[in-house]
């Protein structure tokens, strides 16, 4: 047990993160299976591969502390504490959703568990999570904000621009890059001319470390460093998680620029298998129960599927209700 322990995770609590990327992944490929059946409207990005760096990062925060999300959102959502029903159901277009059938993949948002939502727009939470941090800051809540992105919102005007205006004020918010390779059929090095995105923290003026996307334990600690700082008044800092996703960018990505050996090589480092074998390791879990805790998340997909297939379409008439601009 001295790998979690030296690292402040008591077996409980270890075992609830293995249980939320079993979720993540289960969640996943039942999501690719309704899309190809079109029983999901619009298009969905997979999260398949980087269990490991929403669960660790949200493992390091407490259930009153904020997240902002991206377009490859479910398994922030699922990190966080998510309604397995409400999300299948909002994947699927009903009324029962969390955003009443009306945001769908790209758009679910959990405003009570802490869960600020998804954005289609890429690097769009990165600014929405900086105006968190300011109004915690403001209140004086004591509340921490992380801001997960992927690799291609580096390189936007408004990561420049919201990790500039975070550093000056001192904001408790947490960067987590979610450097999974590509953006989109663009690699990173041919987006970016240093190897780690991480080191343009020091332009910024706050800390930024690289650490291991596949390996939750990495994660945990690297994000709870982190958070420490903010929480403490320190401010903001830059983590920047290497990982992988093993589907395409979307659902219509045939994958056709990177090679089938490549993506072998990254499923060889899948980051629950990994978990696993450190926890059965540490005589946590033994292959029996972890066979049990994956099936379990299958019914709990299985009764969140039910769920919205029972539940109702909205009604036309509310098509306007919620609708701000």
């Given at each position: 047990?001295?790998?979690?322990?030296?690292?402040?995770?008591?077996?409980e609590q270890a075992l609830d993160m293995l249980r939320k990327m079993l979720r993540i992944r289960e969640f996943e490929e039942l999501a690719d299976q309704l899309f190809a059946q079109k029983k999901v409207q619009g298009t969905t990005h997979l999260y398949v591969g980087e269990e490991a760096v929403a669960?660790?990062?949200c493992a390091a925060i407490g259930p009153t502390d904020l997240i902002t999300s991206t377009h490859r959102g479910h398994g922030h959502c699922i990190a966080k504490g998510a309604d397995l029903r409400k999300m299948m159901a909002e994947l699927l277009g009903k009324a029962t959703g969390y955003c009443k059938g009306k945001g769908g993949s790209l758009h679910i948002a959990d405003?009570?568990?802490g869960n600020l939502g998804a954005n289609g727009i890429v690097g769009g939470g990165i600014a929405l999570a900086v105006g968190a941090a300011l109004s915690s800051h403001m209140r004086r809540s004591g509340q921490v904000v992380l801001c997960f992105f992927g690799d291609g919102a580096a390189n936007q005007g408004?990561?420049?621009?919201?990790?500039n205006l975070a550093a000056i004020w001192k904001l408790p918010v947490v960067f987590i890059c979610e450097n999974n390779a590509y953006a989109m059929s663009t690699p990173v090095a041919k987006a970016f001319c240093v190897n780690d995105i991480a080191v343009r923290a020091v332009s910024y003026g706050m800390p930024g470390e690289t650490v291991d996307g596949n390996d939750v334990i990495a994660v945990f600690k690297a994000v709870s460093r982190a958070v420490e700082r903010a929480r403490g008044g320190g401010g903001p800092?830059?983590?920047?998680?290497?990982?992988?996703?093993?589907?395409g960018h979307s659902k219509g990505d045939a994958r056709k620029y990177r090679t089938r050996e490549e993506e072998q090589q990254w499923r060889e480092r899948c980051p629950i298998k990994r978990f696993l074998d450190v926890l059965t390791a540490c005589g946590i879990v033994t292959e029996q129960q972890a066979a049990a805790e994956r099936e379990k998340a299958r019914r709990e997909l299985e009764d969140a599927l039910d769920f919205a297939h029972e539940?109702?379409?909205?009604?036309?008439s509310e098509v306007a209700t919620d609708v701000y601009c």
């Open positions: 047990m001295d790998v979690l322990s030296e690292c402040g995770l008591a077996p669960v660790g990062a405003v009570p568990s408004v990561f420049h621009e919201s990790l800092s830059l983590v920047e998680c290497k990982t992988y996703r093993w589907k539940s109702p379409f909205p009604d036309p």
